[in-house]
């Protein structure tokens, strides 16, 4: 049982570059979700999943794209990268939003 | 909506000492209110939560909040610290209709345990 998997665990970008950045998770989670990470901020939430075919916009959704096409996996997608988007980003899932979430060890993007 | 303010975003305290760390939230239902660690260079786990009935709350390691609703508080107790809590923690909250969908974070509180 791995519970929530990341990958990359380190990516560094050039302005204006795509990359994805893979969650995926094994305990049949329903609701999966992406946040980011800056000092002193907090997590802010980007996306989040309650089930297979839906997704919906959290409080920092400009600049990343999403689908759930299965129950595992979760992948978020960085369509054009900018330096605002440096930041670590951590995957979680649970078994509903007000559950207690799991969470992923976190990759750290630096966009140059 | 809602929204979780964390009182110190650094506190200090010796080996030993009371731990106190503060949350306050807003919410217009009736919360779900979650404490989560972060120890460096990890992903964060659950501390404890408080859904509903019994307002005393225990978690792991001996820490435990108290839900006051008349103060839409929602604190972090542990009566020794050890160096072993060092980490970064975070309160979090939310509701159990309509905006059940997403959690909100506090900005997070360092605790710093010195001998």
């Known amino acids: 049982n791995a519970g929530v998997t990341q990958t990359p665990k380190f990516q560094v970008l050039k302005t204006g570059q795509s990359m994805t950045l893979q969650c995926a998770q094994d305990m049949n989670h329903e609701y999966m979700s992406w946040y980011r990470q800056d000092p002193g901020m907090g997590l802010r939430l980007i996306h989040y999943s309650v089930g297979a075919g839906i997704t919906d916009q959290g409080e920092v959704p400009n600049g990343y794209n999403v689908s759930r096409s299965t129950t595992e996996d979760f992948p978020l997608r960085l369509l054009s990268a900018a330096p605002s988007q440096t930041s670590v980003y951590f995957c979680?899932?649970?078994?509903?939003?007000?559950?207690?979430?799991?969470f992923g060890p976190g990759t750290r993007l630096t966009v140059l | 909506a809602q929204s979780v303010t964390q009182l110190g975003s650094h506190v200090s305290v010796s080996e030993g000492a009371l731990v106190l760390l503060r949350c306050n939230y807003s919410?217009?239902?009736?919360?779900?209110l979650f404490w989560y660690v972060q120890y460096p260079n990890q992903g964060l786990q659950l501390l404890l939560k408080?859904?509903?009935?019994?307002?005393l709350v225990k978690g792991i390691n001996g820490f435990e909040a108290e839900f006051k609703k008349s103060e839409t508080s929602f604190h972090l107790t542990k009566p020794s610290a050890h160096m072993s809590d060092a980490a970064e923690y975070f309160c979090a909250v939310t509701g159990y209709r309509g905006t059940a969908s997403k959690l909100t974070f506090g900005t997070g509180t360092r605790l710093q345990v010195t001998l």
């Open positions: 408080y859904t509903t009935g019994a307002t």
């Open positions: 979680a899932s649970s078994y509903a939003a007000m559950d207690t979430q799991y």
């Open positions: 919410s217009s239902v009736p919360p779900y």
